[in-house]
Each structure stands twice: as C-alpha cells, then as structure tokens.
C-alpha cells in the first residue's frame, strides 16, 4: 500500500471510533525569536525540551491514543535544528499542522514538504503595524517572501491573522489579498489566559488593552462578513457554524453554543512532555501516562470542570469543541468536503 493511501486509510479509521481523543497540540519548544505584543512565550523561554527521541514515542502513544490531527508549535517550532526529523514522522501519521512565525519557514522547506498545513501569522498588511505587533522590524516583509516562495514551491501555506481590536477592520482585505492568490485563510481570536494561578503551566498571553475587542458590534459585522464570504470562497477554512458560533460571542447575550470537550476531544503537550486539556488548566501528568490515565477517575473528573468552563475563546478548542467525537468529525467532514485535497496527501 502506498504511503498516502495507508496513511489515509489509519486516519479515517480513528476518525470514527468513540472515546478518544482527536486532536493534539504539541508545543515542541518554548524558544521563540520574536517578541510578540499580545504573547508572553518569548518573556518566559526555556532551553529545556524533549529530544526528538522522546517527542516520536510521545507520537506513537497519541496514535495508539486516536489523535487524527496533530498541530506542532512552540514558540516557533522550526527553531529546534531537529525539527525536520520530528516533523517527518509525524506527517507518516497524523494530518499535521506546523506553526511559523514567518521568519523560519523559508529555511525549512524541504522539512514542510510532507506537512498538511503550514500557517503563517500574519496580523495586518501594514508594515508599520505589523511589525509593532511583531516587535521585529521587517517581519511583514520576510513573512510576505516566505508565503510567496511556499505557494511557489507547493507547500500547503496558509495565512492566520489574528482577530483583534487592533485588526478589526483590516481582516477582510487581509482575506482578500491571500485567497485570490489561492492560499488559504483561516482566523485566530485574540485571547489570553485568566488563570490566576502563578503555577500554571499552559499560559500564552496576558490581557493586552491594545488587542481586547472592544467593538462587539463591529466584530458581529465582521463575523456577517465572512460567513458571507465563505459561500462562495472556499479558499477562507472556516465553517459557518465556527463563525456563528464566533459571532455569538460578541452580540447581545454572549452565548456560547458549545460546551468545552478538552481532554475529551482534543489535548495539549508542552515542550517537556507534560498533559493538559487546554492552556487554561494544570498539567496532569505527560504523555506518556496517557495510555494509563485517560479512562481514570482523575481525567473523568477534570473532564467535568473543562465541560463547564467559560474562560477561554481559542477558535482551535471551540472548533474541536464542536465537531467533536464521529458525527462530529463526519459533519466537518460533509461541510469541507471541497477542501479534502486540502487534508490528504
């Protein structure tokens, strides 16, 4: 069986079995060269990692465990000079996702051949802006070459802005600008941890005033949009049902109509190995408890406290959260039918 075909046929098997998880984000490192505005991962670096070794069996116990899709990120993952070797032998078995921040991509294009998806972070087109968010000075320019030369080459490249106060108004050119050039969008929503806990492990970013959506109305507006949009421009990778659920953040009443299913659907890995269900909550052992601990009362118990928990608007986990389990996987499935080359190599 040729390597595509079986690892198409391994995915779809997982795909619909009960009970297990989906979806992993694997934060290879938290080494970072830029030094985003809303983003506290370059304030609290750490040299230490799992060795490529250590990540590939993490990688087997996630395949044993169910997970389909695999999002590697950090920091910025193509930092680590073992990169190549981590990303090869997950793209073999799981649809995979590698995050860059636009500034080592370009280096790394042999590595990305075999990935799924590789989003590029890119905020704004205005250079001033966009590299005051990056606080690098001419990170919009390197990010713009370094989408050009992956579409150019044939590597799966996708735009990610993230949605912001600071944004708002621009995400609609942006989306523009990239889909009629034929690269995919899809949207990040400006969040930041609540947590309270000096000792949380996960955290990401603090309240920034700059970046908090203060135009609710707008962003109903720009949810109308896209929703709009997205009928007819198969290049922006969101569903309706994503963007509905986006929107109901900002009107009226908030409601939100999902129910969180972290440690259920989907799971987070930190650069040393260590388990939670999202960035909101404490580790709960690494991934190598998994195969032990995922039916135990303890991730039972945690599930409850996820299932009822408000405080977070990270589109991935709100995505995973709605399509989650076989229906759910299968009406995603159904709704990005058009987009399945898009997801299979």
């Not at 830029?34 to 370059?42: E, S």
């Not at 150019?152 to 708002?168: C, D, F, R, Y």
């Not at 108004?169 to 899809?186: L, R, S």
């Not at 058009?338 to 190599?345: D, M, V």
């Given at each position: ?245 986006m929107r109901n953040l900002y009107m009226d009443e908030e409601k ?90």
């Amino acid at each position: 069986m040729a390597p595509g075909i079986k690892k198409t046929a391994s995915i779809a098997s997982r795909a619909f079995s009960r009970g297990k998880p989906q979806h992993a984000q694997w934060l290879v490192t938290r080494k970072c060269n830029y030094r985003c505005v809303g983003c506290n991962v370059w304030k609290e670096q750490d040299q230490n990692e799992l060795s490529a070794t250590e990540i590939k069996k993490g990688l087997d116990i996630l395949k044993k465990a169910g997970v389909i899709e695999l999002v590697i990120s950090g920091g910025d993952p193509l930092l680590r000079p073992d990169i190549d070797e981590i990303i090869d032998y997950a793209t073999d078995r799981f649809i995979t996702t590698v995050y860059d921040n636009g500034s080592m991509a370009a280096k790394k294009i042999d590595a990305l051949r075999k990935a799924d998806f590789v989003p590029i972070s890119i905020d704004s087109l205005d250079e001033y802006k966009s590299d005051a968010i990056k606080a690098v000075p001419g990170s919009l320019k390197k990010s713009l070459e370094t989408v050009e030369i992956l579409h150019e080459e044939g590597i799966k490249v996708a735009v990610t802005p993230t949605i912001s106060q600071k944004n708002l108004y621009e995400i609609v050119d942006i989306t523009n600008h990239f889909t009629a050039k034929g690269i995919p969008v899809w949207y990040c929503l400006y969040s930041y941890d609540t947590s309270k806990d000096s000792n949380q492990l996960f955290r990401i970013g603090k309240a920034n005033d700059e970046f908090v959506i203060k135009d609710k109305q707008g962003m109903v507006n720009l949810c109308n949009q896209l929703i709009e949009m997205q009928k007819k421009n198969k290049k922006i990778l969101m569903t309706t049902k994503l963007l509905e659920a986006m929107r109901n953040l900002y009107m009226d009443e908030e409601k939100r109509i999902w129910n969180c299913q972290a440690l259920r659907n989907f799971i987070v890995i930190d650069h040393l190995g260590r388990i939670s269900g999202c960035h909101h909550h404490n580790f709960l052992g690494t991934v190598f408890d998994l195969p032990t601990k995922w039916k135990s009362q303890e991730f039972e118990d945690q599930r409850k406290i996820y299932h009822d928990c408000t405080q977070c608007n990270y589109l991935c986990y709100v995505a995973y959260s709605l399509y989650s389990g076989p229906r759910g996987y299968a009406s995603l499935a159904k709704d990005q039918w058009r987009n399945a080359k898009l997801l299979f190599k």
